[in-house]
T-cell receptor
Framework: GQQLNQSPQSMFIQEGEDVSMNCTSSSIFNTWLWYKQDPGEGPVLLIALYKAGELTSNGRLTAQFGITRKDSFLNISASIPSDVGIYFCAGPFNYGQNFVFGPGTRLSVLP | DAGVTQSPTHLIKTRGQQVTLRCSPKSGHDTVSWYQQALGQGPQFIFQYYEEEERQRGNFPDRFSGHQFPNYSSELNVNALLLGDSALYLC?????????????FGAGTRLSVL
């Protein structure tokens, strides 16, 4: 079945630093979604991408839809303590009715 | 406007028992999906309910079943619990006909099987 890979698995950064993470797939996706999950909470949608090459921003977050449609990237600029959490990429299957998630990138921000 | 609510928040069961988890979708939503999230992993799709019927199903055994009520709320039932069923169970809701990204998740039910 479809499978997503995310890297890095985890990362520790200093407050104020920029962060980059990526997601790859063996299959082509027509949509890429990026979610963040805080401890004890469900995933919250950060950014949705719909077109190859698309670059979309949401505040300090910027995500890109890879040209091959098999990858996506998420960047966070000037990290702050509340950026701590697990970041998941996700892609739709079954005609877009539901989606498959990557294993996540765990972000820790050191003061 | 309440978001997606799930109950209970935590649950402890023993192997072989049965469990029922509940979900109330966000107001105005009519489609409910259930996901299993094992520790350290991303959520895995279990099934989706719309108009009180199971519409899609992921790669989960028949021990996992569900129901949707006329008020759109939903239940997830798991029979003959195994240790490997220990996970966070997430419910997500959306309004049918809207885009795939307009799906809201609840905080989940943490199930521990001993």
């Amino acid at each position: 079945g479809q499978q997503l890979n995310q890297s890095p698995q985890s990362m520790f950064i200093q407050e104020g630093e920029d962060v980059s993470m990526n997601c790859t797939s063996s299959s082509i996706f027509n949509t890429w979604l990026w979610y963040k999950q805080d401890p004890g909470e469900g995933p919250v949608l950060l950014i949705a991408l719909y077109k190859a090459g698309e670059l979309t921003s949401n505040g300090r977050l910027t995500a890109q839809f890879g040209i091959t449609r098999k990858d996506s990237f998420l960047n966070i600029s000037a990290s702050i303590p509340s950026d701590v959490g697990i970041y998941f990429c996700a892609g739709p299957f079954n005609y877009g009715q539901n989606f498959v998630f990557g294993p996540g990138t765990r972000l820790s921000v050191l003061p | 406007d309440a978001g997606v609510t799930q109950s209970p928040t935590h649950l402890i069961k023993t192997r072989g028992q049965q469990v029922t988890l509940r979900c109330s979708p966000k107001s105005g939503h009519d489609t409910v999906s259930w996901y299993q999230q094992a520790l350290g992993q991303g959520p895995q799709f279990i099934f989706q309910y719309y108009e009180e019927e199971e519409r899609q199903r992921g790669n989960f055994p028949d021990r996992f079943s569900g129901h949707q009520f006329p008020n759109y709320s939903s239940e997830l039932n798991v029979n003959a619990l195994l240790l490997g069923d220990s996970a966070l169970y997430l419910c997500a809701s959306r309004l049918a006909g809207t885009g795939v990204d307009i799906q809201y998740f609840g905080a989940g039910t943490r199930l521990s099987v001993l």
